[in-house]
């Protein structure tokens, strides 16, 4: 298989993607976790993979919740290892929240 840019598949089409519906797969049999959802990314010698799961309608750009998640995750653990990451929508900063000091507590309410 060449390389001709990302290839969009409604099923698993190689042995990452494959891999990947493996992992989603189990989030599936596990009870109570219909509404989980789940972005695995994986990075092998021929190429790499990103495989969205129980994400509405489909990931396009017109679909955003996928790519929400992951820039709000992506700046989670810059804070998590303090440092600053800058998301850029459309022109636009993405919020993010400061890095909390070593050994703050989160409050009840406050997003993990």
Do not use: Q, W
Not at 37 to 56: S, T
């Amino acid at each position: 298989m060449t390389n001709d840019g990302p290839v969009v598949t409604e099923y698993p089409h190689d042995r990452l993607s494959r891999l990947a519906a493996a992992m989603t797969g189990a989030l599936d049999r596990v009870p109570g976790t219909g509404d989980v959802r789940a972005v695995v990314m994986l990075d092998g010698g021929e190429g790499g993979c990103v495989h969205p799961h129980n994400y509405p309608g489909p990931v396009d750009a017109r679909n955003a919740a996928l790519f929400i998640d992951v820039a709000v995750h992506l700046m989670a653990m810059g804070r998590a290892l303090g440092v600053e990451v800058d998301v850029i929508v459309n022109g636009e900063k993405v919020g993010a929240k400061p890095a909390r000091k070593e050994g703050e507590i989160l409050s009840e309410n406050e997003d993990h």
